[in-house]
């Protein structure tokens, strides 16, 4: 299960507290469903891709980078956004390049 909560604009404070109400939600319909999300006392919670587990939120936003995009390959800019602890996906994805403009995905 994924749950995403997007807009247009920078309004981060909005965007999460419309995450957080969807979550809670959820969370009280699979508690009256005697169910609820996974969690394990030492990984935290449980998901299917391994780069996520214990975290319970990965947060990503589309920023527009042209110049930077004209002079690094995709695996550079992986690379770059590794020194700073988030994760660089080109516009289809990782290892792909930039998307028009030079929009790229970067997470946590």
């Known amino acids: 299960m994924r749950i995403i909560s997007m807009e247009e604009g920078g309004d981060i404070v909005g965007i999460f507290t419309r995450w ?15 169910s609820g999300f996974q969690f394990d006392d030492h990984f935290g919670f449980i998901h299917t891709c391994p780069s996520n587990v214990g975290t319970g939120l990965r947060a990503s936003a589309m920023i527009l980078l042209p110049l930077l995009s004209e002079k690094l390959t995709p695996h550079q800019l992986e690379d770059f956004a590794k020194r700073f602890g988030v994760q660089a996906r080109g516009g289809s ?16």
């Open 20 to 34: 957080s109400k969807g979550i809670e939600k959820m969370r009280s319909v699979l508690e009256g469903l005697e």
């Open 93 to 108: 994805g990782e290892h792909t390049p930039a998307g028009p403009g030079g929009k790229w995905d970067v997470s946590n």
